[in-house]
């Protein structure tokens, strides 16, 4: 059983940057490829950003990139998500991930692992 557990939420300003933590246990995460993903009220979940674990290869969805880094450091088993230049229409419940095998996926159906969310809200 692997288990995953979100921090780092909470309200910021637009521009403003905040930092969110996925602490895993249970497993090594030397072949699971990890991902974020984030749900807003009405909304469909939505791939956000996510990289194989054994490499340093990252993706991200066209709305986040350069300004989110997904990163991970494997002495800890934690991956993170630094969000800078926040908006508004980022305000959603984020969650990691973790998906078996190494190469990741955009499909939030494909990971097999799930945090519990983490809120993160974007004021105006």
């Known amino acids: 059983q692997v288990q995953l557990v979100e921090s780092g939420g909470g309200l910021v300003q637009a521009g403003g940057s905040l930092r969110l933590s996925c602490a895993a246990s249970g497993r090594t995460f030397s072949s699971y490829a990890m991902g974020w993903f984030r749900q807003a009220p009405g909304e469909e979940r939505e791939f956000v950003a996510a990289?194989?674990?054994?490499?340093?290869?990252?993706f991200y969805a066209d709305s986040v990139k350069g300004r989110f880094t997904i990163s991970r450091d494997n002495a800890k088993n934690t991956m993170y998500l630094q969000m800078n230049s926040l908006k508004p229409e980022d305000t959603a419940v984020y969650s990691c991930a973790a998906r078996r095998g190494n190469s990741y996926s955009r499909e939030w159906v494909r990971y097999d692992y799930w945090g519990q969310g983490t809120q993160v809200t974007v004021s105006s």
């Open positions: 990289m194989p674990w054994s490499s340093g290869s990252t």
